[in-house]
């Protein structure tokens, strides 16, 4: 039995791995990012945790094509939008290219190439939008919200799953993977709330 036969052997099996590794990738890229952005977490380990992160992406990319098609997309929308910004992503990067690069050799991966470009283009559309309210302090909550929390590729997966190009347990990993993005990135903010109140203590 390959990892794949087992990982769709069962509906309970399937949603859980889905959601579980969707969870670890999400909540993994947002702590090498705060970790260089914010300073909220320590540099060296996101260096040690960006192949880990980057092994586990291809990985997860080679257990479907819709799995392909989702990571692939988020993947093309950082980098296209040069938010591969730090040197933890550039290791994660380089170790995704030659995963893709090794799973294409081989015929192991399979993209579902116009639900690719609709995927892309939501995530460029969420990075854009996530730019200008994080420059724009006057605007409608909704319109913040919308954007802070990335809301034009979640309803681009969905959308694509009721066509039934994929099964409802992509939206549920893909949900999986913002939820744990933004408990990381919340939690960071907590940190350096922290950090800031310390700091005016000594200070003080």
Do not use: C, Q
């Given at each position: 039995m390959t990892p794949t036969d087992f990982i769709f052997s069962s509906p309970g099996i399937t949603y859980s791995f889905l959601l579980a590794g969707y969870m670890v990738l999400g909540g993994g890229i947002k702590y090498i990012d705060d970790a260089f952005d914010e300073k909220t977490y320590n540099k060296q380990l996101a260096i040690l945790v960006a192949p880990l992160i980057?092994?586990?992406?291809?990985?997860?990319?080679?257990?479907?094509?819709?799995?392909?098609?989702?990571?692939?997309?988020?993947?093309?929308?950082?980098?296209?939008?040069?938010?591969v910004d730090n040197i933890g992503f550039h290791v994660g990067a380089l170790a995704i290219v030659a995963g893709l690069f090794f799973l294409y050799l081989f015929n192991l991966i399979k993209f579902l190439w116009i639900p690719?470009?609709?995927?892309?283009?939501?995530?460029?559309?969420?990075?854009?939008?996530?730019?200008?309210?994080?420059?724009?302090?006057?605007?409608?909550?909704?319109?913040?919200?919308?954007?802070?929390?990335?809301?034009?590729?979640?309803?681009?997966?969905?959308?694509?799953?009721?066509?039934?190009?994929?099964?409802?347990?992509?939206?549920?990993?893909?949900?999986?993977f913002d939820i744990a993005y933004a408990t990381v990135g919340l939690y960071s903010d907590r940190l350096k709330r922290e950090l800031k109140l310390n700091y005016k203590k000594v200070t003080i």
């Open positions: 980057a092994i586990f992406w291809v990985f997860m990319m080679y257990v479907s094509g819709a799995s392909a098609t989702i990571l692939g997309a988020i993947f093309l929308a950082v980098v296209l939008r040069y938010k690719l470009i609709v995927l892309t283009i939501g995530g460029i559309l969420d990075e854009v939008g996530n730019d200008y309210v994080d420059s724009h302090r006057r605007l409608h909550p909704a319109i913040r919200f919308f954007f802070e929390y990335r809301f034009v590729m979640k309803l681009f997966v969905l959308a694509l799953a009721i066509l039934g190009v994929y099964g409802f347990e992509y939206v549920l990993a893909f949900l999986g």
